[in-house]
């Protein structure tokens, strides 16, 4: 699982477009797998790569808005 330190981290090696489509194509192809399975094991293991691939691009769309607001101006 990506932890939202591994993403921050990510972000500051390879920039902010790689990580962030890396996370967009995660999220679809979770998303696809979940809705063309027959059984719910495939069903549980495609929610899950959704779930990294969402969880993901939550970080990567919190750090642009964190990096033009300042502490005060952001809800926590």
């Known amino acids: 699982m990506c932890t939202e330190s591994q993403c ?9 477009r790689r990580p962030f489509t890396a996370s967009a194509i995660i999220f679809t ?7 063309g399975v027959n059984n719910s094991s495939l069903l ?3 929610r899950s790569i959704y779930g990294a691939g969402a969880g993901a691009n939550v ?16 809800s926590l």
Do not use: N, T
Not at 8 to 16: H, L, Q
């Open 8 to 16: 921050r981290e990510s972000r500051s090696v390879f920039g902010r």
């Open 29 to 35: 192809l979770g998303g696809g797998l979940a809705g």
């Open 44 to 46: 549980i293991a495609g």
């Open 59 to 74: 970080v990567f769309l919190d750090i642009p808005y964190a990096d033009i607001h300042s502490l005060g101006l952001r």
